[in-house]
């Protein structure tokens, strides 16, 4: 299984709704990253858990609330959003080191989840 | 922190010509890992090709092919026999060889036509 599995697909919500978005891989990556990206932008990076432990937060507001229950599963808790908030969010995966040529420093990206906060 | 630039927002290529993309990164590592990633309209975000810096030799996959400088910390991108698939935004990014070094710096990408 070489694939980021990200659900759902779209998502609208209201700025009072609570939601989930939800991210699952099943290479062994012990790294998982949430990255927001809006149209014809890079991503920016949100979140990276390293061995289930939050390793870098990227400044970003409360009302994301990042969770990385085992090593194959990454959430992210959204709560009173902003219309700004609406984006591609895209969780993505790797080794959690760099070494070599084994392949094994790639950044493997889910589909994204589309969402709208109205 | 590492920074990586792409010059050339946007760029086209008649269908079965050969385009080159620029990407540079300002860096003071000697050993890191460089990409190319390609995000075609439907979203998904796949990986092109990779550079290993320890490596001289360029790193090709079949149609793409890169042009790494590492004394200039250039890093282009030839798509040879462009097709329409092919038509996306392509990032550049840059990642750290240290131990447990988990970020990923991306360029701000160039936008790719096709023309038939």
């Known amino acids: 299984d070489t694939e980021v599995t990200q659900t759902p697909k779209h998502l609208v919500m209201g700025m009072t709704n609570k939601k989930s978005l939800k991210c699952e891989q099943h290479?062994?990556?012990?790294?998982m990253y949430w990255y927001k990206q809006k149209a014809k932008k890079p991503p920016e990076l949100m979140f990276v858990y390293s061995y289930e432990k939050l390793s870098i937060n990227e400044s970003v507001p409360s009302r994301f609330s990042p969770e990385c229950p085992n090593s194959s599963l990454l959430n992210l808790h959204l709560h009173a959003l902003q219309p700004e908030d609406s984006a591609l969010y895209l969780c993505a995966s790797s080794q959690a080191w760099g070494l070599g040529d084994s392949g094994a420093n790639v950044l493997t990206f889910g589909a994204g989840s589309r969402l709208t906060v109205l | 922190a590492q920074t990586v630039t792409q010059s050339q927002p946007e760029m086209s290529v008649q269908e079965a010509e050969t385009v080159t993309l620029s990407c540079t990164y300002d860096?003071?590592?000697?050993?890191?890992?460089l990409f190319w990633y390609k995000q075609p309209p439907s979203r998904q975000m796949i990986l092109v090709i990779r550079?290993?810096?320890?490596?001289?030799q360029n790193a090709t996959e079949n149609r793409f092919s890169v042009n790494f400088q590492k004394a200039a910390k250039s890093f282009s991108l030839k798509i040879s026999d462009s097709q329409l698939g092919d038509a996306a935004m392509y990032f550049c990014?840059?990642?750290?060889?240290?131990?447990?070094?988990?970020?990923?710096?991306f360029g701000t990408g160039t936008s790719l036509t096709v023309i038939p």
């Open positions: 550079q290993e810096a320890y490596k001289q």
């Open positions: 990014a840059y990642r750290s060889a240290r131990v447990f070094s988990n970020q990923f710096y």
């Open positions: 860096t003071s590592e000697s050993d890191y890992y």
């Open positions: 290479m062994g990556h012990r790294a």
